[in-house]
């Protein structure tokens, strides 16, 4: 990243891929007595994590790349980690090729300070499938979650009424709580929430039978013979499941998957801040508004999580999101799967009979392989990997339309004292419970959602962004020495260009400092207990985490680049045009979110592929 300041890895001097780092450490904070307390409590981690690295040991540092496997898979993110799996469980001899010196993909954990451990990129867990959970028993490898009730909290940035603090709502899984909450703003609200929330839980619960398997096959159920045909009818399973979950609901949910989401919240709600919380799961991480066709179904992605079998649930996993991806790397090495970082693929390797054939590495090594799986973007996975020649200019031509736009500037933040927020003051240090949450700040009203979406369509970033700050540091103490804590800002919107030109350090650091003084408006002090902060453009994502665009779900969540059409309506069953390529990113069926179903899905569809050819 243009503007690395320090080293990723703490003690390296230079980072994996190119100018990668860029966080920014304020030199005056390391004499603080926080500081100091800090380093204290660095070097002893440092010294317990060696340690640990000398006793437990990847696979990767004690196995040479092999010369021939039957499956490789081009990235270390967790759809591909799952994938590998799920493979080795099934008999096929697996390795993953990571390109950077840490397992992840976006859901990785890095020391970006001294002391300081991070969610770089993503920061909440809910979607990840129960079956992967139980199958692969993370929980036993690993895995652990803290849980966070209440879990959302929009504080009113407005003049207290006599000497009161300002206005906030809190939102939790107790019913009675959130009423009471909501009944600050309106009475009406209230008493419609319960609905509203039961109304959400059953659309959102009749789209698993969905997550978990592939789309139709609609080649398979309309062509053949009728043995084929029936065989392929079995793929109508899961859309019969979910009609008959949905009942009379089905008109409901083509509603939410087509509409405005603020048609659904104007029917439900009157109060302008709870329509704007809801709001925001909307349009989180998509370059959309909540007044624009799609944004319903945005929502109910992300409601149809779960977490310890409470439903919509997010939490924050021990040790930050690398914490899942090391449980499943676990996992699939305990099946035997050979797991390997700083593995730079270069291209995929295909034969004169138009199958691919293995890969080569940029350092010029080349592993074979009988499927190749590939955890990249569709767009890095067909114009960057694949050798030209190898897809006809139709196919390149449907891959360049992918929509790929992010609205997203990750902001990472080490802190020496807690924010303390004029809605809900803590002056002794200690977390509130309203600290567990996600806090959402710039969200009084949806008009200020739909200002901030309109900056950046005209190419700017927004002049008062959408915030959501989590603060997982006061439920895991792994993550920040005593005293401390690491902040993350999810912010929207940024364009990936401003106004047609790249982004240089100094549009990195004045959007920064306008996020800043926002977060200082709500909490007095946010500014002055900065440490260092680590600022992800849209351009910072696509370059160090490999997501074209600075997109987190692989391509759009919109309505043409869903189900049936993701990524495009001729990839939606993992397969490429080439034979033996495979797709099993967040690129593919169902989508983003650290959820692992692609992998399973692609998992599933090579292993139905070898036993075929078996049999033939």
Same mark, same amino acid.
């Given at each position: ?77 967790? $759809? ?68 966070? #009730? ?233 114009? $960057? ?56 700040? $710039?969200?009084? $009203? ?58 240089? #350090? ?111």
């Amino acid at each position: 990243m243009d503007s690395c300041r320090c080293c990723l890895r703490s003690g390296c001097s230079e980072p994996s891929e190119g100018k990668e780092a860029g966080p920014m450490l304020d030199n005056r904070k390391l004499q603080t007595p926080a500081m100091a307390a800090a380093a204290v409590w660095t070097d002893r981690g440092r010294r317990a994590k060696a340690l640990l690295r000398l006793l437990t040991g990847s696979r990767s540092r004690h196995t040479a790349l092999q010369p021939c496997y039957d499956a490789l898979i081009i990235g270390g993110g967790h $759809n591909g980690l799952v994938a590998a799996a799920y493979l080795q469980k099934g008999g096929v001899k697996t390795a993953v090729l990571e390109r950077r010196h840490v397992l992840g993909g976006a859901a990785v954990s890095e020391e970006i300070f001294p002391g300081f451990l991070f969610s770089r990129c993503s920061y909440l867990l809910s979607l990840l499938r129960p079956q992967i959970y139980r199958d692969l028993e993370l929980e036993k490898h690993g895995l652990k979650v803290y849980m966070r #009730d209440p879990h959302s909290f929009t504080p009113m940035l407005e003049e207290g009424i006599k000497g009161a603090p300002p206005r906030s709502l809190t939102l939790g899984t107790d019913l009675a709580k959130n009423q009471n909450e909501i009944g600050k703003f309106s009475l009406k609200d209230a008493k419609a929430y319960p609905e509203f929330v039961a109304h959400l839980e059953k659309l959102a619960g009749a789209i698993h039978p969905l997550l978990d398997s592939p789309p139709v096959d609609i080649q398979g159920v309309t062509t053949g013979s009728p043995m084929k045909r029936l065989a392929a009818a079995k793929t109508l399973m899961p859309v019969v499941k979910c009609g008959v979950k949905l009942g009379g609901n089905i008109p409901d949910f083509y509603e939410i998957l087509t509409a405005p989401l603020m048609k659904i919240l104007i029917q439900w709600f009157d109060s302008e801040p709870l329509r704007a919380t809801l709001a925001t799961d909307g349009v989180i991480g998509a370059m959309t508004s909540p007044s624009n066709t799609g944004s319903g179904y945005v929502l109910l992605h992300h409601v149809m999580g779960e977490l310890e079998k409470e439903k919509g649930a997010w939490g924050y996993v021990e040790g930050g999101m690398g914490g899942v991806s090391k449980a499943i790397a676990k996992a699939a090495q305990s099946y035997g799967v050979e797991v390997f970082t700083e593995k730079d693929v270069g291209q995929i390797l295909v034969g004169s009979d138009g199958a691919a054939k293995g890969v080569v590495l940029k350092d010029g090594t080349e592993i074979h392989s009988k499927v190749v799986l590939s955890n990249a973007t569709p767009y890095v996975t067909f114009k $960057n990997l694949t050798p030209k020649g190898a897809l006809s200019e139709e196919f390149t031509k449907a891959v360049d339309q992918i929509d790929y736009t992010s609205p997203v500037t990750k902001i990472n933040v080490a802190v020496d004292k807690l924010p303390s927020f004029l809605a809900s003051p803590t002056p002794d240090d200690k977390p509130g419970l309203h600290h567990q949450c996600s806090i959402h700040l $710039n969200c009084e $009203n949806v008009d200020l959602l739909e200002a901030a979406f309109k900056d950046a369509k005209n190419g700017r970033p927004s002049a008062r962004p959408m915030l959501e700050m989590t603060i997982p540091s006061v439920l895991d103490p792994t993550l920040a020495p005593p005293g401390c804590h690491v902040v993350s800002l999810f912010t929207q919107f940024t364009p990936y260009l401003i106004e047609g030109r790249e982004w240089t #350090d100094q549009d990195r650091e004045a959007f920064a400092d306008t996020v800043f003084d926002w977060v200082e408006q709500y909490a007095p002090g946010f500014k002055t207990s900065v440490v260092g902060r680590d600022i992800l453009t849209p351009p910072d994502l696509e370059r160090i985490f490999g997501l074209t665009g600075g997109n987190i779900f692989h391509g759009s969540m919109s309505l043409d680049q869903l189900y049936l059409a993701r990524p495009l309506p001729s990839l939606s069953d993992y397969r490429s045009p080439i034979k033996g390529l495979y797709l099993c990113g967040s690129g593919c069926h169902p989508g983003g979110g650290v959820m692992g179903s692609p992998g399973w899905n692609a998992a599933l569809t090579v292993l139905s592929d070898m036993k075929c050819r078996r049999e033939i």
